[in-house]
């Protein structure tokens, strides 16, 4: 990894604290994560923000005046949890500080903002740089990298300004250190871009150590993408393309299609082609095509952020259920009201067939990535799709235990596995002693059921107890 690139992404997780913050002793405790074996009747000592001590219960430890014990017996001690897939910005309504507490309240540790321009996401950052007790560990990508046709440029509605369009003849270096001097600790491709464009964008952001995640742009195949560096993808999106028996033959009339003839906004250009091609592409499944490029995927260590949450969206249709409607009232009150009553009228609609097709076969994906030994981040998409932040990520726990990964496994993801992505593995994601003090502390075991993480008792962000604004 750059130099440059490992000090900037120390610079964002790390936070100061006063030497007379009191230490956090955590007694007689059961102690799981993605890694580990499980530990029971343990003390975790958190001083700062690190992990000062992991040790069995029946071993004593010199206990200073003034530190917080908490009795952990019957209690499970898990790291704190991420969201690998979040956009700040889309619904300016939402304001970061409530974004914040609500991520915090549900356990989120840390987030990954994956597509924002930056002057719209320098309120957020400014606000979590002055108030660090009050936000997770927050990681950007900037905005969505897109083609001159680019997707999210504000002008269409549902699609807010995210993006920016670049070509072969844009200055791909100068815009990438420009990011990266903003902050930026990844980047985020888009569809629209041209082959070209997106090849180049791939040898620029490798030499410079950072991993390129998104959409898969709809001019390349995607085995060659992998072979030049891909770092991650969001929601398996154009896997399905990429999986068809006919996939040569769908990318070439693609092609034809994203020539844009009539110059249509790459919103609707986009849209078309998925409508035209991925129900196709789905029909014609070739199992072994697919099984090549699963392979590949966890050959080349390429992250996957399926967002299930968001994938299930049309058919599962959590908006519909009046418990996760409930959820609604932590958000600010235009947004309440505006939620409600489209959960409501969406509600009485009936349930496209296509969804529960799309639905069927990203849970399918999601369990043959997961038998394969690829690397899968949970995400969730907030706050699109009604999807309300903090309480989403538990969500999607559920749908990744469901579509085939053990609570073990979905913990992993939600856990060990985004710190990876950045590197970071050795600094956080486990419990482990020097390790980041971002803890959860539940009242039931994970382990035994996933909706358990939504148990929680007490949440520990850069080691000190937050104190939920619910």
């Known amino acids: 990894m750059a130099l440059k690139y490992f000090f900037l992404v120390t610079a964002v997780i790390c936070s100061s604290f006063a030497a007379s913050d009191p230490r956090i002793v955590i007694t007689n405790t059961s102690l799981i994560d993605g890694l580990n074996p499980d530990r029971d009747n343990m003390t975790i000592i958190l001083d700062g923000d690190k992990i000062a001590s992991i040790s069995d219960t029946t071993k004593s430890f010199s206990n200073l005046p003034d530190d917080v014990i908490i009795n952990g017996t019957g ?15 889309f619904i300016p309504e ?85 990011l990266v001097a903003e902050g930026a600790t990844f980047l985020k491709s888009y569809e629209m871009l041209t082959r070209t464009t997106y090849l180049k964008l791939l040898e620029i952001a490798n030499r410079k150590g950072l991993r390129v995640t998104g959409h898969i742009p709809l001019s390349i195949d995607l085995l060659e993408a992998i072979d030049a560096g891909l770092g991650g993808m969001q929601h398996i999106r154009n896997l399905d393309l990429a999986c068809a028996m006919d996939a040569a033959v769908i990318r070439n009339e693609r092609n034809k299609l994203l020539v844009n003839k009539d110059k249509k906004a790459g919103s609707a250009l986009r849209s078309e082609i998925h409508s035209k091609q991925r129900y196709k592409a789905i029909d014609n499944y070739d199992e072994g ?3 090549a490029i699963i392979q590949a995927l966890a050959r080349k260590n390429v992250f996957q952020t399926p967002t299930l949450t968001i994938n299930t969206y049309g058919s599962k249709r959590f908006f519909a259920d009046p418990a996760w409607q409930d959820t609604y009232k932590y958000l600010p009150d235009a947004v309440q009201r505006a939620w409600y009553a489209e959960s409501i009228e969406l509600s009485g609609e009936s349930i496209d067939p296509k969804a529960i097709i799309f639905d069927d076969w990203s849970m399918r994906i999601v369990g043959l990535l997961n038998q394969n030994n690829v690397k899968i981040l949970a995400g969730t998409d907030t706050p699109i799709g009604y999807l309300t932040p903090g309480f989403s990520l538990h969500k999607e726990l559920e749908l990744l ?61 850069k080691g000190a107890i937050h104190q939920s604004q619910r």
């Open 289 to 291: 095509q697919c099984a």
């Open 94 to 178: 939402i304001d970061h500080k409530t974004y914040y507490d609500l991520f915090l309240d549900n356990g989120i540790t840390s987030i990954r903002d994956t597509g924002a321009t930056m002057e719209k996401l320098r309120p957020a950052l400014e606000y979590a740089r002055l108030n660090p007790d009050k936000a997770p560990r927050l990681f950007f990508s900037g905005p969505l990298i897109d083609g001159i046709d680019r997707v999210y440029k504000g002008m269409e509605a549902g699609f807010p300004e995210l993006s920016i369009g670049i070509d072969e003849n844009s200055d791909i270096e100068g815009i990438v250190d420009d």
């Open 75 to 89: 209690k499970f001690v898990i790291p704190g949890l991420w969201d690998a897939h979040v956009h700040l910005t």
């Open 401 to 461: 235990v469901e579509a085939g990964l053990s609570p073990r496994e979905a913990i992993k993801a939600a856990t060990f596995s985004p710190a990876e992505f950045f590197n970071l593995e050795n600094e956080m994601g486990t419990l482990s002693e020097g390790k980041i003090a971002d803890i959860l502390i539940l009242n039931s075991n994970p382990l035994a059921d996933i909706t358990h993480t939504q148990d929680i008792h007490l949440v520990v962000a």
